[in-house]
């Protein structure tokens, strides 16, 4: 009795089963495929980002470097001086803009 | 070791998608594609978000692919991900819950086949599939599982999260309940 009602049943479900739109394969296949590029873009941008603290810290060494020098020099060129320290604070406002920037970007992606 | 693809066993796939072939991961999509649809349709009842869950449940699926262990078969840990992300639509969203009529796996036109057959096949199936929306997204989800998939109730029970009684007795009620629908609306031969 169970056995005649579980193969009715079975006969009435097995054609039941719906399909998806066949476009669906690749709307998937697609939506992979551009996480992939999305996550390995992040990952090289993020890597980017680090490689572009190097010039900077090169700058931040030289800074000093160059402070021993004027002050050994009895700041002779202190025009010279000032220009340098306007220009490594332009460059650090520079780059900490684009790294704001690219920080906020990539917690949107 | 490069094996061609039709004769590859699902677990070799899987290594293949993991070492980086996307390409093997649409064998999982062409068979898994028509019972996640079935499933996803159960729970949410609307055949647009059928269609967008199962879509984010194979993303999410390939994505996790690391963390299947090959302990179930594949299919049930795939149907689980189709449950859970179904349910999250559906609670995060208020979905349509409205009857629309799907689209059926197409069989090509054989001339063995009769027209007449086909569309009374066509409105029998049209039926069951309104009596099973009409029924409790739980029941009707154990009753496919169970017949359409050939699922044990244990394995039914690792899909779902219930326990093996609960879905013995589901599978209960969704018969009783789908034979009282189907016999008001359905004539047996």
Known sequence: ?109 | MNLPADTMSEKQKIEAILAGSIDEFGYFVDTYRDMAITISFRICGNTQDAEDIVQNAFVKAYHSLASFRGKSKFSSWFYRIVYNTSLNAVRNKNTNKEYIDFQYPTKKATQDLDALQTIEEHERNKMINAAMSKLHPSESMVLTLYYMEDFSTKEIANITGLSKANVKIKLHRGRQNLSNLLSKTLVFD
Do not use: H
Not at chain 1, 22 to 34: G, Y
Not at chain 1, 76 to 96: G, Q, Y
């Open chain 1, 1 to 109: 009795m169970k056995k005649n009602e579980d193969s009715t049943f079975k006969i009435l479900l097995s054609g039941a089963k719906l399909s998806g739109n066949e476009r669906l394969k690749s709307r998937i296949l697609n939506q992979i495929e551009v996480e992939n590029a999305l996550k390995s873009n992040k990952a090289l941008r993020q890597s980017s980002t680090k490689g572009n603290l190097t010039p900077f810290w090169m700058l931040y060494a030289v800074f000093p470097l160059a402070g021993v020098y004027f002050i050994n020099t009895g700041f002779e060129n202190a025009p010279i001086l000032f220009m340098l320290l306007l220009t490594s604070i332009v460059c650090c406002a520079f780059w900490a803009i684009t790294y704001i920037d690219d920080k906020r970007k990539m917690r949107k992606t």
